[in-house]
């Protein structure tokens, strides 16, 4: 008995048809992911970006061109961030008069909203001056910073060189006046740091 052949059945070609519409559409999908999802780490140029300082002027990382710049994400309802806030100012007064500034970007929503977690708003400002904080905070309640270098949580900080590169990376809070984080703004500020490093 010879086998038999099935003959062709309705929709088979529509089903191959759609199967390799849906492939194409993964792949476009994967490669579009890779691209986007090329990582924000030391070693990697620092994306720019654009908030706003306390009078509603536009700044973007190009306004600190020339200078090292430490880049931290933050809300007023992180303990972390708060707890973290006095090493930063101390390492911001240690580097007064020197090519070094702070870039502290508040994500928070208005005060008498919350953000898109449920967090509830804040006012940045507010919360600088209560903690005595005379380095420049900036606002971003939109959260484009987050999207942009693609962070996790706050806080979470990027100290970026002269040349527009990351040399550090931090998740979480740390003691930004430690020695060895003094040392390597130092080395930065000077000029003598060569290339991206590790957090």
Not at 136 to 159: H, K, N, W
């Amino acid at each position: 008995m010879s086998p038999r052949r099935r003959p062709n059945q309705p929709g088979t070609a529509r089903v191959r048809a759609l199967t390799v519409v849906i492939a194409a559409v993964v792949l476009v999908a994967v490669w579009f992911v890779r691209q986007r999802g090329r990582p924000v780490d030391a070693g990697f140029r620092a994306p720019d970006f654009t908030v706003t300082d306390e009078r509603g002027e536009t700044v973007t990382l190009a306004s600190f061109e020339g200078k090292v710049v430490l880049l931290n994400v933050w809300a007023t309802w992180c303990g972390p961030c708060r707890e973290e806030m006095p090493s930063m100012e101390r390492l911001y007064d240690h580097f007064s008069g020197e090519d070094f500034e702070i870039a502290a970007i508040s994500i928070d929503a208005p005060p008498d909203r919350t953000d898109a977690q449920g967090n509830p708003g804040g006012d940045p400002i507010a919360f600088a001056r209560e903690l005595g904080l005379t380095f420049p905070v900036l606002l971003d309640p939109s959260g484009e910073i987050q999207r942009t270098y693609r962070t996790a949580a706050v806080p979470e900080s990027f100290l970026i060189g002269r040349d527009g590169v990351i040399y550090k990376k931090v998740a979480g809070a740390t003691e930004w006046d430690s020695p060895t984080n003094v040392e390597l703004v130092r080395r930065l500020v000077e000029g003598s740091e060569a290339s991206g490093g590790s957090g």
